[in-house]
């Protein structure tokens, strides 16, 4: 092997590195920087204008690299190991819980539209932007309900 070759078998996406970060400062900046994005996941479930997954993803990555014990505790969690389990081995999410995210955004629009007093343009802007995100959403590979659990990644 050449010794000036660079090795590219950890080279990540856009262009990071996919190795735990070594320096304290920046570990604790990604593990904040994972705190947030949980957080911002969880309110994403409730609020249909704030996606979950692409939160979870980049929690996952922050966890990575600020804290394998927290990325374990992520990819173990009831309510978002599976998904993300989903995401790494293919690449979607399954049917019923795209189609749950549908729904929920459409009743929570739904009830907005007829319980508040926007003005209309607000409203205008509302209908774009929760198209944008439905059309986010529709465009997710979609998994088969019956397709198996994929096998746990990390140690359980």
Do not use: Q
Request: proline share 8%; glycine share 8%.
């Amino acid at each position: 092997m050449d010794p000036n070759a660079e090795d590219t078998s950890r080279a990540g996406i856009a262009g990071f590195e996919l190795r735990p970060a070594t320096d304290p400062l920046s570990s604790f900046l990604y593990v904040c920087g994972g705190w947030i994005c949980v957080g911002l996941a969880v309110i994403g479930a409730v609020l249909p204008l704030l996606p979950t997954t692409p939160f979870l993803l980049l929690a996952s990555f922050c966890f990575y690299k600020g804290s394998p014990r927290l990325h374990a505790w992520l990819h173990r969690s009831k309510w978002f190991g599976p998904t993300l389990d989903d995401w790494h081995h293919y690449h979607g999410i399954r049917k019923t819980v795209k189609y749950r995210a549908v729904a929920m955004v459409a009743a929570v629009v739904s009830v907005s539209f007829v319980l508040s007093s926007l003005a209309g343009w607000l409203r205008m802007l509302l209908f774009i932007l929760v198209g944008i995100g439905l059309f986010v959403i529709w465009r997710i590979p979609t998994l088969p309900d019956d397709v198996p659990r994929p096998p746990r990644t990390l140690a359980e």
